[in-house]
């Protein structure tokens, strides 16, 4: 079936530490997107993806990092810079301009 | 800057009424789309409205957009209560993504 595929769905987090989320997409979309959700919040873009080996950074990119390889493929860094990381992290991808965005199924990433 | 604000942002309702949800948005788009969330989980596109006066429904709920007043509404009619969530309008839709409102926390009470 095609879809968005998040990984892992929970991640924990040293202070200092790198760590990566995994988001892969089988459905030919050419757009990839990254956003967090702090609670009672909506959501916040962090980088999008338009074309392989091409991204742009959103509202709050600082602290984080992205890659865009392969097309099915748009991994995230959460680096050590990035202060408060604890919340929801959403991947999503779209097809053609102005139709809906698909939603992967979310990492949660937590301080400890 | 594009801003999307929803009202209310919490709405604790009984079975059976109707109610409506509201999204403003600051700057002209005739592209409008409204999620559904479920708790800890991910979201889930409900409509997609592309032009003014579009009405989408589904169910015991219904969408609008009138791109001049820059205004859509979500109607929950004789509502259940598994369609409590968190319901997301969101503006946009370009090559840049969606720009979202804080959503609106629906419990639905027997």
């Known amino acids: 079936d095609g879809g968005i595929t998040q990984s892992p769905k929970y991640l924990f987090r040293k202070e200092g530490q790198n760590v990566t989320l995994s988001c892969e997409q089988n459905?030919?979309?050419?757009?990839m997107y990254w956003y967090r959700q702090d609670p009672g919040q909506g959501l916040r873009l962090i980088y999008y993806?338009?074309?392989?080996?091409?991204?742009q950074k959103g509202d709050i990119a600082e602290g984080y990092s992205v890659s865009r390889e392969k097309k099915e493929s748009f991994p995230l860094t959460v680096t050590s810079a990035q202060k408060n990381p604890t919340a929801f992290y959403l991947c999503?991808?779209?097809?053609?301009?102005?139709?809906?965005?698909?939603f992967g199924q979310g990492t949660r990433l937590t301080v400890v | 800057e594009l801003k999307v604000e929803q009202n209310p942002l919490f709405l604790s309702m009984q079975e059976g009424k109707n109610y409506t949800i509201y999204c403003n948005y600051s700057?002209?788009?005739?592209?409008l789309y409204w999620y559904r969330q479920d708790p800890g989980k991910s979201l889930e596109s409900l409509f997609v409205?592309?032009?003014?006066?579009a009405v989408k429904q589904e169910g015991r709920l219904m969408a609008s957009l009138d791109t001049k007043a820059r205004l859509s509404t979500l109607h929950i009619t004789a509502a259940v209560h598994d369609l409590s969530a968190t319901y997301f309008c969101?503006?946009?839709?370009?090559?840049?993504?969606?720009?979202f409102g804080k959503g609106t926390h629906l419990i639905i009470q027997p």
């Open positions: 969101a503006v946009g839709g370009g090559a840049d993504g969606l720009t």
């Open positions: 459905l030919n979309h050419d757009a």
């Open positions: 700057t002209t788009s005739d592209r």
């Open positions: 409205l592309l032009s003014n006066g």
């Open positions: 993806s338009q074309i392989v080996n091409d991204f």
């Open positions: 999503a991808s779209k097809g053609r301009v102005y139709t809906e965005a698909f």
